[in-house]
């Protein structure tokens, strides 16, 4: 696996594997990989020629009291998971790489995201389009991978590259979960042992939803009054942040389950801001890929 | 030369050229071609293997009280020339082929756009920005053609293009005149016979700043308002919009003009707005490419 971790480079690498007419598959992540991450990359790996993947803490996407600073960080060891997983080159730009100098040009997105995360963690997007724009065209992909435990982000690059005609296919893959529910994330070193725990609850939240759903329970209000409470009820070191039921990448109110939604949340822990989400076929079935 | 009106035909007809490793330059147009389109595809031409042109009258970059409707439109004309010109596709897409939905994802500058023609035409950068990104995904070109006689659209090209890490080489090429001076421009159909006489001025205006600099005249200052009152003793149909003269560029404010500046002016008539400039390198001599 080639390490590289100049833009120029990245460019000229790419370009002899464009060159040699490989299918790029392309995996984003900021590091400190897990088998999400993992599992993404592995995807990438079967679906096409050359498997690029990236790792960039962006500090745009990170409001000014979030976690940026301690953000997990384990070069050494990503780079040998990366490369059990098959990636062929991994981009490891220093932020000077990526914004040699402020921005000029602004990504903004009406919808999709002031909802959800969105409302919590203002710009937090804005920098997402940007970074992933930049390494859209620094790697140009053919396919890239997302884990749907951002399903926001998800919705979110599905308009980035639908309205702006990107000649890349957007694939979503199922969160990895641990054994008892949890999906897996780098911020979960960042919990204590009570708190990992309590985390559980927010799956269990969910699949209650789903349980709901599944036993005929249409009206969103329901659902997430439902799924609120029992959190609460499980809650001591968490808070929620929000539970919210939502159309699915459209990310807008509804007022029926009949249609694909996001039943998502997100629960503050002292050191540790967790999400989760199921999306639902308009039956009430679970959907594990989007693309 | 091949004619192209979706998107997704446009998509397919440039994943054969890169199929067989032809170089794609292009040169994006809103129709209505002078000397001055054709002088680009002509460039463009001698550059590369293929060349691609559009013709779109983006709606997103005119405002509400400006001239989308009566922009001047000529689509047999255009393709013969196109033709003569060296193009070997022409894309020309309705406008819901590039718009078949309200646009989500929003594009913007930080400078650069608030300065010149941005001033009188606030959300026209935007709307550049926006066609443009998805041209360039549409047409994934390795060489862009611009006239510099929008010398603030190359300016926010070059901003697009670096910031974005787009895998695009800027050309901005001369200014395409009449014989007495008048930039080439589409909406000189619109002026009347004694509006036509007068519009030179805005080119002689321009003309006397670069006599004044080869005169050793430093002060951007003293050249703006000496412009200025020649523009203002000559024009009585047209009306200034604005002399500036700034950093290029980044289209800053300047206290000398010992660095490469612009000089640009815009000129309301009844039924047009022209506009024209000259870029000067710091020994204050016209520069005619810029890449």
Known sequence: MKIVRTVDEMKR????????????????????????????????????????????????????NEDYERYPRDETADARAAENAGVDVLFIPDPTEIYPAPMQIQLGIKGRADVLCGRSRPGHFEGVLTVLTKLFHITSPDKVYFGLKDAQQVAVVD????????PIELVGLPTVRESDGLAKSSRNVNLSEHERHEAIWLYKGLAFGQKLIHDGEQTPNEIVQNVTELLNQNLSAGKIDYIELLS???????????????????VYFAKARLIDNLIFDQDGEVINRVN
Do not use: C, W
Request: aromatic letters at 8%.
């Open 248 to 266: 699915y990448p459209s990310l807008e109110p509804v007022s029926s389950v009949n249609q694909r939604v996001i039943l998502a949340g997100a």
């Open 159 to 166: 308009a980035l590259i639908n309205d702006l005609n990107f």
């Open 13 to 64: 690498t790419v370009a002899v594997y464009r060159d040699q007419k490989k299918q790029i598959g392309f995996v984003p992540t900021m590091g400190f990989l897990h088998e999400g991450h993992l599992s993404l990359m592995k995807e990438a790996n079967k679906e096409n020629d050359i498997v690029a993947a990236s790792i960039f803490i962006n500090p745009l996407q990170f409001g000014p």
